[in-house]
């Protein structure tokens, strides 16, 4: 089936450590974003993408970093700058359309 | 700076009544707008686009409108089933500057409806 995958779907990271999120589509999609969801808030952009090999930041992109090598996939790593990296991140893309297609989320924890 | 706004921040009916949730933002200068719902612990389902030329769109049991000059957008769910229950999120896409299609959203309405 087509859509957006999300693994781990919990990860736990150590202070001090840094950490990767992967999100990958086959919806054949131009544009990938990453998005941080914390409890009674809205989604807050992160990073987002716009074709290979190009991306830009989102409005909280401090302590965050992105690569997009391939069309498909849009990892997203959480290094040890990021001082609260407790939340729940989601990745979602869209093609030249208007919809936006949303995965299953990765539950990031500090321990 | 775009900011969303959804009125209730929660929401509880008993199951079988109609209901309204609220979204407003602050530009109008809005290139679409996505109704979304979230289930607990997980990603985001989409349930209607409205884009800007649009004033409403449908889908089964839920039809969301869109006034563009006023800020506002509703969502209408008929006969509210407790399987309706979750989070309905509200966003705004944006198409000026370096932010073409980005999403800017709401903080939610939890809905819950009692069997």
């Known amino acids: 089936d087509g859509g957006i995958t999300q693994s781990p779907k919990y990860l736990f990271r150590k202070e001090g450590q840094n950490v990767t999120l992967s999100c990958e589509q086959n919806l054949n999609h131009d544009a990938m974003y990453w998005y941080r969801q914390d409890p009674g808030q809205g989604l807050r952009l992160i990073y987002y993408?716009?074709?290979?090999?190009?991306?830009q930041k989102g409005d909280i992109a401090e302590g965050y970093s992105v690569s997009r090598e391939k069309k498909e996939s849009f990892p997203l790593t959480v290094t040890s700058a990021q001082k609260n990296p407790t939340a729940f991140y989601l990745c979602?893309?869209?093609?030249?359309?208007?919809?936006?297609?949303f995965g299953q989320g990765t539950r990031l924890t500090v321990v | 700076k775009q900011e969303v706004t959804q009125i209730p921040a929660a929401l509880s009916v008993p199951e079988g009544e109609n209901l309204v949730l609220n979204c407003s933002f602050t530009?109008?200068?809005?290139?679409?707008l996505q109704w979304f719902r979230q289930d607990p612990g997980k990603g985001l389902t989409s349930l209607l686009l409205?884009?800007?030329?649009?004033r409403e769109q449908t889908s089964g049991r839920l039809n969301a409108s869109l006034d563009k000059s006023s800020g506002r957008s509703t969502l209408y769910i008929a006969a509210s089933q407790p399987g309706d229950s979750a989070t309905y999120l509200c966003?705004?896409?944006?198409?000026?500057?370096?932010?073409?299609?980005?999403?800017?959203f709401g903080k939610g309405t939890k809905l819950s409806v009692k069997p």
């Open positions: 530009d109008s200068a809005i290139y679409n």
């Open positions: 993408s716009q074709i290979v090999n190009d991306f």
């Open positions: 409205i884009q800007s030329s649009q």
């Open positions: 979602a893309s869209r093609s030249g359309g208007p919809e936006a297609f």
């Open positions: 966003a705004v896409i944006v198409n000026y500057g370096g932010s073409q299609g980005n999403l800017i």
